[in-house]
């Protein structure tokens, strides 16, 4: 693994931490239980996705498991401000902005990355982002239209 990979790969789970932190503060920002809730969980989706980064460093590396399939839901919402009075549907608008932010991002920089060992990396990232982002947009789905379900 070369130094810039093991760069990105820090900076990631910088990344990670942060989004952990966010999380948990909004978590302790709320009044509603059931957002709190939510809340609390994404925060813990975050260690999760910091412990697959650091499986990067082991002799087995950081195997990325299934597809995840972009219903571009994220991109059709838009982010409320946060405020102690936020709904359940209004902090996972929140998640899932956040998400894409990330999905983008990682896109972007595989994008100007040559063909090599830190271009996958980044684009194993954007997908890793992208499953992050399913993942909250399946649960938004499921508080903002419970008709459906």
């Keep these: 693994m070369s130094t810039e990979l093991e760069a990105i790969i820090r900076s990631a789970i ?3 931490e942060l989004s952990h932190d966010f999380y948990k503060r909004l978590a302790g920002l709320v009044s509603q239980p059931e957002t709190k809730n939510t809340l609390e969980y994404l925060a813990k989706e975050e260690l999760e996705h910091k412990a697959f980064l650091q499986s990067c460093f082991t ?3 950081c195997t990325l498991a299934g597809e995840a399939r972009n219903v571009h839901l ?3 919402l ?3 401000a946060i405020s ?3 709904t359940i549907k209004e902090a996972l608008t929140i998640a899932a902005k956040r998400e894409e932010g990330a999905y983008r991002f990682y896109q972007a920089l595989a994008s100007l990355q040559p063909p090599g ?3 996958a990396f980044l ?3 954007a997908k890793v982002e992208l499953q992050h982002k399913e993942k909250v947009e399946y649960l938004y789905d499921n508080v903002a239209f419970p008709e459906v379900w």
């Design 59 to 61: 002799p087995d590396g």
């Design 84 to 86: 102690a009075g936020m």
């Design 14 to 16: 910088a990344q990670e």
């Design 123 to 125: 684009n194993k990232m």
């Design 78 to 80: 838009e982010a409320p």
């Design 117 to 119: 060992e830190v271009q």
């Design 74 to 76: 994220a991109e059709l």
